[in-house]
């Protein structure tokens, strides 16, 4: 059977010095070359072309890929989000692997997290020798942001507490970041998964929770064990984003 391709969908909004050094060179400098991106801009006032252009700038190796990348903008505004009080992110990520993805397997990354360089690689590895497995998570590397320069200042973190905690996705709320699960594209669309939208908070836990409920006879989401991504963890995460949109229960 031949390598597959792998879907990463990037969630920007309004971190253009974080996304550049982290999550768009952690996905451009994966050993792994079967991959494409889709990089979802919330209406940033530093736009996603903008930071796209000024990051394959920094490298010919960059500059190669530039055909992988696809832009998306949800020409939402300030003015329509704080109407409606939640973002549509999820409504691109829907259409973007039901209508303009040949990838077999899926994933996504906010844009302060990263992949691992070997990660999409052992992933392949493992999709092929589980052709059973519909979705699966990995270990994750917490790390600051705003205290390191590169990944290689993150310590490997290898045990089964906080979010490598190996459970049933049901459970996922705090449990299993966004940055952690895989999925295959073909089950996504066939069974009817989607991203939940209008939404800013707990994006991911509703996504492994529509996951859950479509794919409960299929299997659980399997841990893989594999070291694979870096999650984002800072004072103020969400910034402004906190302040202006809220929860679908108006919390």
């Given at each position: 059977?031949s390598?597959?391709?792998?879907?990463?969908?990037?969630?920007?909004?309004?971190?253009?010095?974080l996304?550049?050094?982290?999550?768009?060179?952690?996905?451009?400098?994966?050993?792994?070359?079967?991959?494409?991106?889709?990089?979802?801009?919330?209406?940033?006032?530093?736009?996603?072309?903008?930071?796209?252009?000024?990051?394959?700038?920094?490298?010919?190796?960059?500059?190669?890929q530039?055909?992988?990348?696809?832009?998306?903008?949800?020409?939402?505004?300030?003015?329509?989000?704080?109407?409606?009080?939640?973002?549509?992110?999820?409504?691109?990520?829907?259409?973007?692997?039901?209508?303009?993805?040949?990838?077999?397997?899926?994933?996504?990354?906010?844009?302060?997290?990263g992949?691992?360089?070997?990660?999409?690689?052992?992933?392949?590895?493992?999709?092929?020798?589980?052709?059973?497995?519909?979705?699966?998570?990995?270990?994750?590397?917490?790390?600051?942001?705003?205290?390191?320069?590169?990944?290689?200042?993150?310590?490997?973190?290898?045990?089964?507490?906080?979010?490598?905690?190996?459970?049933?996705?049901?459970?996922?709320?705090?449990?299993?970041?966004?940055?952690?699960?895989?999925?295959?594209?073909?089950?996504?669309?066939?069974?009817?998964?989607?991203?939940?939208?209008?939404?800013?908070?707990?994006?991911?836990?509703?996504?492994?929770?529509?996951?859950h409920?479509?794919?409960?006879?299929?299997?659980?989401?399997?841990?893989?064990?594999?070291?694979?991504q870096?999650?984002g963890?800072?004072?103020?995460?969400?910034?402004?984003?906190?302040?202006?949109?809220?929860?679908?229960?108006?919390?």
């Amino acid at each position: 059977m031949s390598d597959l391709k792998f879907e990463i969908l990037l969630f920007y909004y309004d971190r253009p010095s974080l996304v550049q050094k982290f999550a768009l060179a952690s996905v451009f400098d994966s050993t792994y070359p079967n991959w494409s991106l889709t990089f979802i801009d919330d209406s940033s006032s530093q736009g996603g072309d903008v930071v796209i252009k000024e990051f394959l700038e920094r490298s010919p190796d960059y500059r190669d890929q530039r055909d992988k990348v696809k832009l998306i903008k949800t020409g939402d505004t300030l003015h329509t989000k704080t109407k409606r009080g939640e973002s549509i992110f999820g409504m691109f990520a829907n259409i973007a692997l039901e209508k303009h993805s040949d990838a077999d397997i899926c994933l996504m990354l906010c844009d302060d997290d990263g992949l691992t360089s070997d990660y999409l690689e052992n992933l392949n590895k493992y999709y092929l020798d589980n052709p059973d497995v519909v979705y699966s998570y990995s270990h994750v590397c917490r790390f600051n942001p705003m205290e390191v320069q590169s990944f290689a200042e993150v310590p490997v973190e290898i045990s089964d507490s906080y979010v490598n905690k190996t459970h049933d996705i049901a459970n996922a709320f705090c449990e299993v970041d966004a940055s952690q699960v895989s999925w295959r594209r073909k089950d996504f669309v066939e069974d009817g998964v989607k991203f939940p939208y209008p939404r800013t908070s707990s994006v991911d836990a509703y996504l492994y929770l529509s996951m859950h409920e479509h794919w409960k006879d299929k299997g659980p989401c399997r841990f893989n064990k594999i070291i694979g991504q870096y999650k984002g963890v800072f004072s103020d995460q969400l910034g402004v984003r906190e302040q202006i949109f809220v929860t679908a229960d108006g919390s």
